[in-house]
């Protein structure tokens, strides 16, 4: 039995990175598959790759006429949306607050909480009719760094610590007729999180980081010792999205190999 029979999904942000591994495990659960993607590169790579298989829609998530026009696309394609999976996002480089000027908080806050929180506020007021009609579910992406420090600046974190409160008052206010749960990753394997144009770092992205160093941390730290790929997160994100999960709304799943599952930083055992 297919996860995603017969349902459509939007994955906003499935150009690279969760979103894309999302998106083939989507389609591989049954689903009919949109994309709602910034860069004009990737939306041209999910053509390549899925040719008619997916709907790859250009837009900017925090253009309201971008998702209104997204919407109007989707439900002119398919009749319906049963999900939508919100896997967008920046980060901001991880710099520490005292090594920035002061000047450009502003602008990196409006930056980075602009895609980071307003895309996921505005996705889900266009998208809550078409969800509520479907009975359908809301699935936003978290991170572990809004619950324990160090996994990324203080911009980013209060991001993603304002996810996982928009993930409750969501599933408060759309309930009973749409499931809204999220997932806090703690890394990503071949991850294309671009950093923000503010400080300068829009051309760097998450997987320039020295990957052995950090690859040697992770390993080292958490519990299952593998940074996850993009794709091993797929069945999580397609319960979530699916009618299979009659059971949760405003969760947020910590999805982190068991990362923050210990206060001591003993090897994991071989
Ligand atoms: N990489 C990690 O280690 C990690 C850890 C925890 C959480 N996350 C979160 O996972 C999500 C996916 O990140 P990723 O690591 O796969 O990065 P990614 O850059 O590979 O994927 C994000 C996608 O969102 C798109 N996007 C950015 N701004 C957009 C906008 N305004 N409108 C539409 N699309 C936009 C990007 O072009 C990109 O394709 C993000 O929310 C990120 O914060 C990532």
Redesign the pocket.
């Known amino acids: 039995m297919q996860m995603l029979a017969g349902d459509v999904v939007l994955v ?8 894309l591994g999302v998106v083939r495990h989507c389609l591989a659960e049954g689903a009919r598959v949109a994309v ?4 004009e590169g ?1 939306v041209e790579q999910l053509h390549e790759e899925f040719g008619h298989g997916v709907l790859a829609i250009r ?4 253009e309201l006429a971008d998702l209104e026009s997204a919407r109007a696309r989707v439900l002119d394609a398919y009749g319906q949306v049963d999900a939508v999976i919100a ?5 901001d480089g991880q710099v520490p607050i005292a090594d920035i000027e002061p000047e450009r908080l502003a602008t990196l806050f409006d930056e980075v909480f602009h ?2 929180v307003l ?1 996921h506020l505005l996705l889900a007021r266009v998208f809550h009719d078409a969800l509520a009609e479907q009975h359908g579910a809301l699935v936003l ?5 809004a619950y324990a420090a160090d ?1 990324g600046g203080a911009v980013y974190t209060a991001t ?1 610590g304002a996810i996982r409160s928009l993930v409750g008052q969501l599933a408060f206010e759309f309930a009973p007729d749409v499931r809204v749960n999220g997932v ?5 394997a071949g ?4 950093g923000p144009g503010a400080l300068g770092l829009a051309a760097t ?2 997987d320039a980081i020295p990957k052995d160093a950090f690859l040697d941390t992770f390993r080292r730290v958490s519990l299952l010792q593998e940074l996850p790929t ?1 794709e091993e997160y797929g069945p999580l994100y397609a319960f979530l999205a699916s009618r299979h999960n009659t059971i949760m709304t405003g969760q947020t799943i910590v999805a982190d190999q068991g990362l923050l599952n210990r206060s001591v930083l003993t090897p994991a055992r071989a």
Do not use: H, M
């Open positions: 906003v942000g499935g150009g690279s990175g969760l979103g709602l993607e910034v860069s990737k837009g900017d998530v925090t896997c967008q996002g920046i980060f895609v980071n895309g992406t978290s991170s572990t760094a996994g993603k806090a990753p703690a890394g990503i991850s294309k999180l671009a992205t998450q993009a």
